[in-house]
């Protein structure tokens, strides 16, 4: 397989589950890194792409290009990093695409007031872009913004879950895999 997709569970795109080269990796970075690592050793991708919902922090609900990864639950001031970054390392950029930020947490968020440095709110695509960099694998991010980390988002996430799935399908059929 030249190319995996990785989803973080199937009711984000259930009409894609019939995909050979689909995976769910689970909720969470712990979940996400274990399943991209397993699937890359596995496999030998050329590229990893991961699409799913995310809160909007600085856009609204739409489709979007992820090309830059911090970590939202890592909070090191003390060591001398700014909100988001892992001590000793810098965010993960990838491909020359211009894109938006995205802050991968193991927090669903909801409260807009949080100093987020990001676009947009997940709780995978760091893990996955981590686990593709060190693989030297090529790994590109759509979120489909499906709330506005607000006092609402679990309502409306729930509501627009699958809402991105046609985004997807279009993606795929533009990079000539369905």
Request: contains cysteine; glycine residues 6%.
């Amino acid at each position: 397989m030249n190319d995996i997709v990785l989803i973080a569970i199937r009711e984000e795109a259930p009409d894609l589950k019939h995909m050979m080269n689909l995976f769910y990796t689970g909720v969470g970075k712990v979940n996400a890194a274990m399943t991209a690592s397993e699937v890359i050793t596995k496999y030998r991708p050329r590229r990893v792409i991961n699409f799913g919902t995310a809160g909007g922090i600085t856009v609204a609900p739409g489709f979007y290009q992820c090309t830059q990864f911090v970590q939202r639950d890592m909070t090191c001031e003390a060591l001398g990093c700014t909100p988001g970054q892992t001590p000793f390392e810098t965010a993960v950029h990838i491909g020359n695409t211009i894109g938006l930020t995205c802050s991968t947490g193991d927090n669903f968020v909801m409260n807009p007031t949080l100093a987020i440095p990001a676009d947009v709110v997940d709780m995978e695509a760091y893990a996955i872009a981590k686990a593709c960099e060190k693989y030297k694998v090529e790994f590109v991010c759509w979120k489909y913004i499906s709330d506005q980390a607000n006092a609402t988002a679990d309502t409306d996430w729930r509501e627009s879950v699958a809402h991105g799935q046609l985004h997807y399908i279009n993606k795929l059929k533009e990079l000539n895999l369905v």
